[in-house]
């Protein structure tokens, strides 16, 4: 069965597209940024952000400078030690000394839209997961993978309606499934199938990002959707969708990862090592502070209390230096993708990543 976009199946009666206006915007905004910075003093470190970089909301842009350089960082929608950075002012106190300041963009839906804004030169710092970054890479994208975090395996998984007749993996064949393409979503409804002894091709892959899936899959017009982090919780708790399969359960290798772009992490090595501290340090707060810590993403997802208990019982690692056990797990990850034909060719992994402990 051929895999088909959701907005080219009659699978709704409209056809909407939310990313391209917002998406647009922004990096006509940039675009026009970069031209009026060429031509202004040479003084200037860092050019100005359209707030629409999120392609489902507005980009939420609190500009922490009052002088100096700034660390342009997005933020993926989601509980993460950025997200606890922003909130708790820790980022700007460590980089105070350095006389460098931060300029948070997002939430972003998903890494996709993130590494868009890298791609254009707009965003410094961003996180996602292995095999988005794996997509990524096989596009050629300018960036370096300076701290890896491995996931937890039941935050995330495949879910299916809550009195949907769907009672394994393998019924899926035939069914509509929303995943986000060549990221978490994908890998985990392939790897789940695999396992199930089940093609990909006997299963509809509905694209979608997160924000757009969550009413599409509410609402019933997808039978499945494979998901993760907040979008998760909220369906699972709130929505009452049944966990079909854990990514525990299918097995699966993809975890988190931290990127710089390439020309910041040139510029200012000593920048990207405090990153990567403060990130240290607020994922260790969390493994001792899981409650309090899901109080804070509650307040800034809206979260409902029976979501944040949820969250706060699936908590997941600090995240380590690059090292080859983790190149290693992303090649074999990256090896499959590519036999899947979800990635038109096999990236160089090691060209992806920088030994943090060394700058």
């Known amino acids: 069965m051929k895999d088909k976009d959701i907005f080219e199946t009659g699978l709704f009666n409209y056809r909407i597209k939310r990313r391209s206006l917002p998406t647009a915007l922004f990096f006509l ?27 489902s909301t507005p980009a939420n842009v609190a500009d922490t400078t009052a002088q100096g350089t700034k660390a342009r960082i997005a933020i993926i929608r989601g509980p993460g030690p950025y997200y606890l950075a922003k909130v708790k002012g820790s980022l700007e ?23 868009e804004g890298l791609n254009a030169g707009s965003i410094d710092f961003t996180g996602g997961s292995t095999t988005a970054a794996i997509s990524a890479m096989a596009g050629g994208s300018p960036f370096k993978i300076f701290g890896y975090q491995v996931s937890g395996k039941d935050g995330s998984g495949i879910l299916v309606q809550k009195n949907s007749s769907i009672k394994t993996v393998k019924d899926l064949v035939g069914k509509k499934v929303i995943v986000n393409r060549g990221g978490t979503g994908e890998y985990l409804l392939a790897k ?34 494979a998901v993760w982090g907040t979008f998760f919780a909220n369906a699972a708790v709130k929505d009452g969708a ?11 290798e993809n ?105």
């Open 255 to 359: 975890d988190g990862i931290y990127i710089v772009h390439n020309a910041f992490l040139e510029k200012h090595p000593d920048v990207v090592k405090a990153v990567y501290d403060v990130l240290v340090q607020e994922s260790q707060w969390v493994l001792s502070n899981a409650p309090q810590a899901m109080q804070v993403y509650g307040k800034e997802f809206k979260l409902s209390e029976g979501v944040q208990k949820f969250m706060s019982e699936r908590v997941e690692g600090t995240p380590i230096p690059v090292g080859a056990a983790e190149i290693e797990k992303m090649n074999r990850v990256s090896d499959w993708f590519f036999k899947l034909g979800i990635i038109p060719k096999k990236p160089n992994i090691e060209n992806f990543v920088v030994d943090v402990t060394k700058l």
């Open 29 to 55: 905004t940039s675009a026009i940024t970069v031209a009026c910075n060429s031509g202004s003093t040479k003084t200037s470190n860092s050019a100005s952000q359209s707030p629409e970089a999120n392609s």
């Open 192 to 225: 789940g199938l695999e396992k199930a002894g089940v093609s990909l091709d006997q299963v509809q892959r509905v694209y979608l990002g997160p924000a757009d899936a969550a009413p599409v899959f509410a609402s019933g017009k997808a039978d499945a959707w």
């Open 93 to 115: 106190k460590y980089l105070e000394p350095k006389k460098y300041g931060v300029q948070w963009l997002g939430p972003f839906p998903a890494f996709a839209p993130a590494v």
């Open 242 to 252: 049944r966990i079909l399969a854990t990514a525990g359960e299918i097995e699966s």
